[in-house]
């Protein structure tokens, strides 16, 4: 009996302290839903989404200048992967800079 009390007082003992259980920490339905993947990645399909985007939205990334020469030689590559999935790009080698946005 004295080993069991040991293991009980080994975890109870947590330098941070006792672990408060809050109200965003219950259990949530699909937690313990054996029929539910939840690493599986679903494919979208252009069908699904007959009238394309509402807006249009776009980021732009500066890029270091010793990259400058690697980003010349792959753009081709690049604009025409992401004209696939109706993405377009810019590359302004004055500003250092890529702007990506999505089309209508």
Request: charged share 35%.
């Amino acid at each position: 009996m004295s080993d069991i009390k040991e293991t009980k007082q080994e975890e109870t003992t947590d330098p941070r302290g006792p672990k408060i259980k809050m109200k965003h920490d219950k259990d949530k339905p699909w937690d313990n839903d054996p029929t539910l993947n939840k690493w599986i990645i679903e494919e979208f399909k252009p069908e699904y989404n007959p009238s394309g985007m509402v807006d249009e939205s776009s980021f732009s990334v500066l890029f270091p200048q010793y990259r400058e020469k690697y980003i010349k030689e792959i753009w081709p590559l690049l604009k025409n992967e992401l004209k696939k999935f109706k993405i377009t790009a810019e590359l302004n080698l004055i500003e250092g800079s890529l702007l990506v946005k999505t089309t209508r």
